[in-house]
T-cell receptor, first 111, second 114 residues
């Protein structure tokens, strides 16, 4: 069964700083990795995904995937107080109908 | 804009009672899921359906039973709730294709068992 671990458990950064979140997974055959953002009292919302080794950039978000080390990271440039939320990493193996989530990183961006 | 609708949002009940949660998606997706989210925010998949067919049935107590009338609806019934069932139950939907599957979640149904 896929195992997904996230670090750090919580992160506090000042407004304007770079926020860096990490995720490791156990199955090298995992096909896709997603990052979700969850605000209190809301359901998770998909932010960005990556399927191939390397990096992908969308706006202030950059995600890096290294399949050899089973590691993916999410970087949020110019962090804003509105970015304060729990960030969840989710991994899906090919043809698998059960995306597996990590425990999340709680990000707080203070003004 | 919400496209996965869950009811009720919040429910308090006593041990031993029966509870049902309803979920509807208006995205035209072919797969729906139920996840349980505990107090530490960990999401654990319980069930997933593809075109009304049960395809993932994780190890959950038998008092939990999913029901799907069509691919846009997936309900969850809990017979005789226990205190450890207190959690947020999240419904999600997705397309399923070779590039992976983005999940679209509802806002959750919080269950408190007293």
């Amino acid at each position: 069964q896929e195992k997904v671990q996230q670090s750090p458990e919580s992160l506090i950064v000042p407004e304007g700083a770079m926020s860096s979140l990490n995720c490791t997974f156990s199955n090298s055959a995992s096909q896709s990795i997603w990052w979700y953002q969850q605000h209190p009292g809301k359901g998770p919302e998909a932010l960005i995904s990556i399927f191939s080794n390397g990096n992908k950039k969308e706006g202030r978000l950059t995600v890096y995937l290294n399949r050899a080390s089973l590691h993916v990271s999410l970087h949020i440039r110019d962090s804003q107080p509105s970015d304060s939320a729990v960030y969840l990493c989710a991994v899906t193996a090919g043809g698998n109908y059960k995306p597996t989530f990590g425990k999340g990183t709680s990000l707080v961006v203070h003004p | 804009e919400t496209a996965v609708f869950q009811t009720p949002n919040y429910h308090v009940t006593q041990v031993g009672n029966e509870v049902s949660f309803n979920c509807k998606q208006t995205l035209g997706h072919d797969t729906m899921y139920w996840y349980k989210q505990d107090s530490k925010k960990l999401l654990k998949i319980m069930f997933s359906y593809n075109n009304k067919q049960l395809i993932v049935n994780e190890t959950v107590p038998r008092r939990f039973s999913p029901q799907s009338s069509d691919k846009a609806h997936l309900n969850l019934r809990i017979k005789s709730v226990e205190p450890e069932d207190s959690a947020v139950y999240l419904c999600a939907s997705s397309y399923t294709d070779s590039s992976g599957n983005t999940l679209y979640f509802g806002e959750g149904s919080r269950l408190i068992v007293v």
